[in-house]
């Protein structure tokens, strides 16, 4: 092998070894049979934080959070947010399409939200692949009058 090819042969096997980490990462949406299986323990899970959250009972609200949710999502967060959120798009009234998607050890379910006064509004709540316990470990509303 001459001199001028190795840089090449390198940066080729570094492009491959970058391609192949952004690959491991990837979020893909789950089977039929594991979304099944997922929305299981994911609908009850949702049905609860969001009567929790119209309820404005953290109690309930936070009653499947993970250690990291409890911690980083604490009842006067959950007030400020549930503030935020009431006064923009107001009191949740239903969700529907949920799509069920794995990245790495992690899954998530989205749903589309009908609050008050929008629909469309993403739902996502994010679970551990390996725990049978199913900890809620990330939940984001968002919708355009949320980012206004």
Same mark, same amino acid.
């Given at each position: 092998m001459n001199l001028p090819q190795i840089p090449l042969l390198a940066a080729l096997l570094i492009l491959a070894g970058v391609c192949a980490c952004g690959?491991?990462?990837?979020?893909s949406v789950v089977s039929d049979e594991v979304?099944?299986? $997922?929305?299981?323990?994911?609908?009850? &899970? #949702?049905?609860?934080?969001?009567?929790?959250f119209n309820e404005g009972n953290y109690t309930i609200y936070s009653r499947d959070f993970g250690e990291e949710m409890k911690?980083?999502?604490?009842?006067a967060v959950f007030e400020q947010n549930r503030e935020f959120v009431t006064s923009r798009i107001g009191?949740?009234?239903?969700?529907?399409?949920?799509? $069920?998607t794995q990245t790495g050890?992690? &899954? #998530?379910v989205a749903y589309k939200g009908e609050f008050e006064r929008e629909d469309g509004v993403d739902l996502r709540f994010v679970?551990?692949?390996?725990?049978?316990?199913?900890?809620?470990?990330?939940?984001?509303?968002?919708?355009?009058?949320?980012?206004?």
């Amino acid at each position: 092998m001459n001199l001028p090819q190795i840089p090449l042969l390198a940066a080729l096997l570094i492009l491959a070894g970058v391609c192949a980490c952004g690959c491991m990462n990837q979020e893909s949406v789950v089977s039929d049979e594991v979304k099944a299986q $997922v929305l299981e323990y994911a609908d009850p &899970i #949702a049905d609860n934080l969001l009567l929790g959250f119209n309820e404005g009972n953290y109690t309930i609200y936070s009653r499947d959070f993970g250690e990291e949710m409890k911690q980083a999502l604490d009842e006067a967060v959950f007030e400020q947010n549930r503030e935020f959120v009431t006064s923009r798009i107001g009191l949740y009234v239903a969700r529907a399409n949920p799509v $069920v998607t794995q990245t790495g050890e992690y &899954i #998530a379910v989205a749903y589309k939200g009908e609050f008050e006064r929008e629909d469309g509004v993403d739902l996502r709540f994010v679970f551990r692949k390996d725990d049978d316990s199913h900890r809620l470990y990330g939940l984001w509303f968002n919708s355009p009058m949320l980012r206004s």
